[in-house]
């Protein structure tokens, strides 16, 4: 039997060996991809590289676009055969993020190729995470494709979190018609302001719009009730129908795919005649970040880049500004520039890691010089040079404060249970 594990694993050493004409690939990589017998010299890697042609992203899709990114990193890595730095150069990112985006582009990859092929092998299991619960619905190739459509999504505004209370007014307003043409009333009462979650505005309408109907469907005649509990780790969102008849099931194969691909739990439950998705999904704390920046028009860039995301900014024009603005509102992260008006960037840097106060403050550095391993030795958590991406400067920003980088404290884990 051939697991998804072992398959993503040969898929890797195949990608290493493309162009290598002693290369033999394992026999459970050939049997899964290629069908005819006996095996024709160079059919698997030439099978990959097709493969990997097959998911350029359609021309709409911007270039800053992960989908898009991810299928440029492997077309240079591994048909071009490009280095592991000439690659980050091709791409404008480091080589370090290079490496962590690579493992990402494999994983792609293997699961567009386990999805064509894998289900199709009669000698292939499917991976642990894919029970089979909604024949016609859970299929290897559906799951794909949800998942693919949600990171389009997250790629199309990185960062992006909700707001529970709008999403939820915006649903009960554009859902309650379709509740009452199932004989249902809809009831979702006001929620508390400023609870937020990290998910796209519009992956969590879905989530809520699913929900509701499914729950209308089965108990109609009835009501479907939205509540918002919330605290500092975690938000729950609970859709209840009621009466729902015994013996009908409600289930919904889309929500139990969206909503632990954001990090959150799901689980339905019944109680007498009434039937609840309950949805936890992690509590976005703001984050206060302070930009040194003597250039209005990159900090209106930043600002208009960190649009709904979890970040506050706040603007210094010069060196003492920033010192000025540390002292009375202590920033959770901050974003320098090295050619300052009334002192260098470096300067600044060195006194924010040498003064205990404030050493603790992640420090990334944003500019035109080319100083990364200056910038690092200095002190600061990370560098992107300018002209920067949205989604650089998003994921700069939050492996800045990634627990274990001497980043400020971070929420706890979730304390959810098994949903």
Request: with cysteine.
């Amino acid at each position: 039997m051939h697991t998804f594990d072992e398959f993503a694993q040969e898929l890797h050493e195949a990608l290493t060996h493309l162009y290598d004409p002693a290369y033999q690939p394992p026999q459970s990589l050939a049997d899964l991809l290629v069908s005819s017998q006996p095996l024709p010299p160079g059919s698997v890697q030439q099978m990959v590289i097709n493969a990997i042609r097959s998911l350029e992203p359609d021309a709409s899709v911007p270039p800053t676009a992960r989908s898009r990114r991810l299928y440029e990193l492997l077309v240079c890595r591994y048909v071009q055969e490009l280095t592991q730095e000439e690659t980050a150069e091709r791409l404008g990112i480091t080589p370090r993020h290079l490496r962590r985006e690579q493992h990402q582009a494999v994983h792609m990859l293997a699961q567009w190729l386990w999805a064509k092929y894998g289900a199709a092998r009669s000698n292939v299991t499917r991976p642990a995470s894919t029970p089979v619960t909604n024949a016609g619905a859970d299929t290897d190739e559906w799951r794909a494709q949800v998942h693919q459509e949600l990171a389009v999504l997250e790629a199309s505004e990185p960062g992006a979190i909700a707001d529970v209370g709008a999403i939820v007014a915006q649903v009960a307003l554009s859902e309650s018609g379709l509740a009452a043409r199932r004989q249902a009333r809809l009831v979702a009462p006001p929620v508390q302001p400023g609870i937020e979650v990290a998910i796209h505005p519009s992956a969590l309408r879905q989530i809520l719009i699913v929900a509701i109907q499914k729950l209308a469907q089965a108990a109609v005649e009835g009501q479907v009730t939205i509540a918002v509990q919330a605290d500092e780790v975690d938000v729950e969102l609970s859709v209840t129908g009621l009466p729902v008849p015994p013996g009908v099931t409600v289930t919904s194969q889309f929500i139990a795919e969206a909503v632990p691909a954001h990090a959150g739990q799901c689980r339905i439950e019944r109680s007498g005649d009434s039937v609840q998705f309950q949805i936890r999904l992690p509590r976005v704390t703001p984050v206060r970040l302070l930009v040194a920046d003597d250039n209005e028009d990159i900090v209106h860039v930043y600002r208009r880049y960190l649009e709904r995301t979890r970040y506050r900014v706040a603007h210094a024009a010069t060196g003492q500004a920033l010192f000025d603005q540390v002292a009375m509102q202590r920033p959770d992260v901050v974003i320098l520039d090295v050619m300052l008006p009334d002192m260098d960037g470096w300067e600044v840097l060195t006194r924010l890691h040498a003064d205990p106060e404030t050493r603790a403050i992640p420090v990334i550095i944003c500019s035109v010089v080319r100083q990364e391993e200056l910038a690092l030795a200095l002190g600061a958590v990370g560098y992107v040079s300018k002209p920067v991406r949205r989604r650089d400067l998003i994921q700069a920003l939050d492996q800045a404060l990634a627990p274990g980088s001497g980043a400020a404290p971070q929420a706890p884990e979730s304390k959810a249970g098994v949903y």
